[in-house]
């Protein structure tokens, strides 16, 4: 599916409505029925987003106290909420990173073969050291 056309505006509430939300439960001790209803999102979802948060602080704080140990503080751990894309595997920013770089080799006539392209994203998955399929590992 190349040009997936989303069909539902459903999950579509920015995340700093969702954070918003979270914190006046946590911290202000709301109830979730009054303030889903006062940033219009369903109770079931601001609980699933409430114990998300909940449980991100707990595994949060246990990686900090870890820290001390020579392990890398997760400062720029942040909790996520809403929808993702669940094969992504590049950032939007290293997608187009990747982009500008194929349309300046075409521009400049090195033009790059299909299968050129998919060694180069391979290459750049492994340099950064993302998450990537393990299909990619096998065929590389």
Do not use: C
């Not at 009054?34 to 949060?60: A, C, E, H, M, W």
């Amino acid at each position: 599916m190349r040009n997936y056309v989303r069909k539902s505006d459903r999950g579509n509430t920015p995340v700093d409505i969702i954070e918003r939300a979270v914190d006046m439960v946590l911290k202000e001790g709301r109830k979730i029925t009054s303030v889903g209803k006062q940033f219009n999102i369903p109770r079931r979802s601001l609980r699933r987003y409430i114990d998300n948060q909940k449980k991100d602080t707990l595994s949060t704080m246990e990686i900090e106290n870890t820290a001390e140990e020579g392990r890398p503080n997760p400062s720029s751990l942040k909790p996520k909420h809403g929808y993702s894309r669940s094969s992504q595997v590049f950032t939007d920013e290293q997608e187009a990173i990747l982009v500008q770089y194929l349309h300046r080799a075409a521009d400049i006539y090195y033009g790059l073969s299909p299968v050129d392209v998919r060694k180069l994203t391979f290459q750049f998955a492994t340099k950064v050291g993302l998450k990537m399929p393990s299909t990619w590992i096998e065929k590389s």
